[in-house]
């Protein structure tokens, strides 16, 4: 085995695959990697995990994502969008109400 020859892709299955509870010696068969390399991406000081955002798992929607979480960020802002909204059109509402008393 030579060298780092794994890319982020490489390296995130393999972080998968330890988050699944796949053993050294399992990863190591499957990933076709050295048992160092698959030491260091189970103990997060492979040099591409460093190089790569952290990727966590995101409370509020579960996905495993970079945080803070641009999903649920986009949802909240859509969400307080809508809610402005509909407070204009009741405002609106209310102003047309009054001006045909
Ligand atoms: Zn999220």
Known sequence: MRGYTKTPDQVHA???????GMSLRAVVK????GTQTAQNI?????????????YERCPGC?????MP??????????????TV????R?????VDTCGWR
């Open 14 to 20: 393999i972080e998968d695959a330890f988050a699944d």
């Open 30 to 33: 499957k990933f076709r990697v």
């Open 42 to 54: 189970r103990d997060g000081v492979h040099p591409l995990q460093n190089d790569e955002p952290i």
């Open 62 to 66: 579960g996905g495993k994502v970079i």
């Open 69 to 82: 979480c641009i999903l649920c960020r986009v949802r909240k802002v859509m969400d307080q969008e809508r």
């Open 85 to 88: 909204k509909l407070q204009l």
């Open 90 to 94: 009741d405002r609106r509402q209310e």
